[in-house]
């Protein structure tokens, strides 16, 4: 079977417009570039958390009042395996702005070297293949993406109903008589760990009183227990 050598470029290159903005380029040409943090999401998202699913290296070298990033990505698909590496890319900087010290100059240099290894990879691909360009292309992937997020919250919302249903369904009197019933201390602790403790957050933030009365009945019953 053939493999998938477009997987993770396929899953990386689309860009979301509001992630980006319009420049000049010393050509003067207009062009379109994208908020590096949205490309380090863009990693995360893809393979988990910097430094775990994905890093990078960076080395600095100084000469004829610029700096120099060298810098290598890794990745990798399990946590369990090493990382794949790419790079080193190299960026620079100049370090002086209008002769005065640019004390951002390695950061400058280090997103632009981390951008240009990204791109290898597929990140914002489409960016970088001019189909920004496109105002028609450009309408697809806000609409793209607004789909995508709507879907989103649309999950999340079904999710908060279904955990508000699930603690509005907390019966105190019902836990209360679970308590006074169990028949053996192996019962109440059993009763504790999964009537009560998976409870106790929302008892916390909505019904604290409840817990003191929840730790009364328990405690007497536990000492009814013990005394059999």
Known sequence: MKQNNMSIWDQLSKTDP??????????GK???????????????DMF??????????????????CIFAELKIGWRKNINEPFNW?????????????????DEAPK???????????SHLGVSADVFLGMFDDNK???????????????????DNISQTKQEVEETD???????????SAKDLSRLKHLKETAYNQHIQYLRNNNPNAISELKKVYESRMEQLSHK
């Open 48 to 65: 988990g958390p910097v430094g775990e699913g994905w890093t990078y290296d960076v080395k600095y070298n100084y000469a004829d009042m």
């Open 30 to 44: 207009n062009l379109t570039t994208t908020d590096p943090m949205y490309q380090i999401m863009k990693m995360t």
């Open 170 to 180: 907390v019966n105190i009197e019902d836990i209360k008589n679970m308590f006074s």
């Open 86 to 102: 790419y790079g080193p890319v190299c960026a620079v900087n100049p370090l002086y702005q209008r002769d005065k010290l640019d």
């Open 108 to 118: 400058k240099a280090m997103t632009d070297a981390l951008t240009k290894a990204f």
């Open 137 to 155: 292309y450009v309408e697809q992937m806000k609409n793209h993406f607004a789909k995508k997020e709507s879907q989103v919250k649309a999950s």
């Open 18 to 27: 509001k992630y980006t903005k319009p420049f000049n380029s010393k050509f």
